[in-house]
């Protein structure tokens, strides 16, 4: 079956420090692969999205970067985090356009 | 671009009532695909419904129904004989068929079920 991890589960960073939060997925290939972030319980904003390994869409130009090292894992990173950068990210993946989409447990990150 | 309005911030409903969740979306594509979600306070996202946009026929899974008006560009969710357990944020999302992968959600609605 497959299966989402997703890492740490909680995070309170300095501003200034960087970032790297890593998501892999288990038991497909090939998946499509979204990180949103959701700041204080509310929508999900789209940050970037991937089809293959090393194909990024960005959605929102910011502090935060996106790699897809591997078919199957996906990382977001920061080289200097702001107090912005606050929220709930998710990474979720799926196979097709059409079908459900599968999510991570989320981490919380705390910019301090 | 593609955009996803949930117009209702909030919604309350007595437990075993109906409650409908609007949802309108901003496309040029003629065909995709519509999704509903559910976010309990665990934070864990579940699917709850999903729509092609192909088909006229609205979808319906047990409580949960869909009133899709493709010439409106509205996705309304009813839940019909609302359960306590019900009570979650529900967000709409929307995927372009046209060669995008981009899965764009509103910013939801934060639904509680009394007793």
């Known amino acids: 079956s497959q299966t989402i991890h997703q890492w740490p589960a909680t995070l309170v960073q300095p501003v200034g420090s960087p970032l790297s939060l890593e998501c892999t997925v288990e038991?497909?290939?090939?998946?499509?692969l979204y990180w949103y972030r959701q700041a204080a319980g509310r929508g999900l904003q789209l940050l970037f999205y991937?089809?293959?390994?090393?194909?990024i869409s960005s959605e929102v130009p910011q502090n935060l970067s996106a790699s897809r090292p591997q078919d199957r894992q996906f990382i977001l990173s920061s080289k200097k985090l702001l107090l912005s950068d606050s929220g709930f990210y998710l990474c979720?993946?799926?196979?097709?356009?059409?079908?459900?989409?599968?999510f991570g447990q989320g981490t919380r990150l705390t910019v301090v | 671009a593609q955009t996803v309005t949930q117009s209702q911030p909030e919604m309350s409903v007595q437990e075993a009532e109906t409650v409908t969740l609007s949802c309108t979306y901003d496309?040029?594509?003629?065909?995709?695909?519509l999704f509903w979600y559910k976010q309990p306070p665990s934070r864990q996202m579940i699917l709850v419904i999903r729509?092609?946009?192909?088909?006229?026929q609205n979808a319906t899974e047990n409580r949960f129904s869909v009133n899709f008006q493709k010439a409106a560009k509205s996705f309304s969710l009813k839940i019909s004989d609302s359960q306590l357990g019900d009570t979650a944020m529900y967000f709409c999302?929307?995927?372009?068929?046209?060669?995008?992968?981009?899965?764009?959600f509103g910013k939801g609605t934060k639904l509680t079920v009394n007793p």
């Open positions: 979720a993946w799926r196979v097709q356009m059409n079908t459900e989409a599968f």
């Open positions: 991937s089809v293959g390994i090393g194909q």
């Open positions: 729509q092609e946009a192909y088909k006229q």
């Open positions: 496309t040029s594509e003629n065909n995709y695909y």
């Open positions: 999302a929307f995927t372009p068929q046209g060669g995008s992968e981009k899965l764009v």
């Open positions: 038991g497909t290939s090939n998946p499509n």
